[in-house]
């Protein structure tokens, strides 16, 4: 396993750590498999979407506060439970493929970590999984 480490500035924020990932695969030594990529954060999440555009992920996060403003009527008296849902929408897990040690991301894709109860230090574990070897009489069986 592989632990990512990152510093959040802004309350409310999405770091692309594709690259990281791709780091972190080789340093697993995955041919193929899949990498699982966890958050162990109750108040921050990982997704996957566009990365060759900043708006996007600027449009997911606005959309989000709109969605579960800060403001809102909450029980939870820590004052940070819109980060509390904003997690549980996005999720703390993502799976990606690797075929031949390299992300099998579509064209425009990025795994984006997200924060909502920033700044913060968080991690990131990151699990190798790899697939069998298996020959072509293997999978004529």
Do not use: Y
């Not at 699982?36 to 600027?58: M, R, S, Y």
Request: hydrophobic share 45%.
């Amino acid at each position: 396993m592989v632990q990512l480490e990152l510093a959040t500035t802004e309350r409310s924020q999405a770091i692309d750590i594709t690259a990281k990932l791709k780091e972190a695969a080789s340093r697993l030594g995955i041919r193929d498999g899949v990498l699982h990529v966890f958050c162990p954060h109750t108040t921050a999440g990982l997704l996957i979407n566009e990365n060759a555009d900043p708006a996007v992920e600027a449009d997911i996060l606005a959309h989000l506060e709109r969605m579960v403003p800060w403001d809102g009527p909450w029980r939870h008296a820590e004052g940070n439970a819109a980060a509390h849902v904003k997690a549980s929408l996005v999720g703390q897990s993502v799976w990606v493929p690797v075929e031949h040690g390299r992300l099998q991301l579509g064209r425009w894709q990025g795994v984006f970590f997200c924060e909502f109860d920033g700044p913060r230090r968080r991690t990131v574990r990151v699990q190798a999984l790899e697939s069998p070897s298996l020959d072509e009489g293997a999978l004529r069986r």
